[in-house]
């Protein structure tokens, strides 16, 4: 049973940190390239950070760049996202999602709230 569980979301003020964590289980996680995404009420959800399968590569778009960083540890099966200086535009759910290399499956997990507000 293929499973993406996020976790780690909260409620922090403005300036502090949270670290969302995803566990994965049910498929090859070492072949698949993750991204973390996140939706806000109202608005398209949207990408914030990727890493291939094997983390060559990362990439995250300017509106956290410096702030946010990817991480994952394939022996584990899991990804990570520091997420450090939030700001109340960070309020979002966050998503998981691993997409196989291959571009062949895709998987997403149920999501975590992270609120920033003071």
């Known amino acids: 049973q293929v499973q993406l569980v996020e976790s780690g979301g909260g409620l922090v003020q403005p300036g502090g940190s949270l670290r969302l964590s995803c566990a994965a289980s049910?498929?090859?996680?070492?072949?698949?390239?993750i991204n973390w995404y996140r939706q806000a009420p109202g608005k398209e959800r949207e990408p914030v950070a990727f890493?291939?399968?094997?983390?060559?590569?990362?990439a995250y778009p300017d509106s956290v760049k410096g702030r946010f960083t990817i991480s994952r540890d394939n022996a584990k099966k899991m990804v990570y996202l520091q997420m450090n200086s939030l700001k109340p535009e960070d309020t979002a759910v966050y998503y998981c999602?691993?997409?196989?290399?291959?571009?062949?499956?895709?998987?997403w997990g149920q999501g975590t709230q992270v609120t920033v507000s003071s």
């Open positions: 890493i291939t399968h094997g983390a060559e590569n990362i």
């Open positions: 049910g498929f090859t996680f070492s072949e698949y390239d």
């Open positions: 999602n691993a997409r196989h290399y291959l571009n062949i499956y895709s998987y």
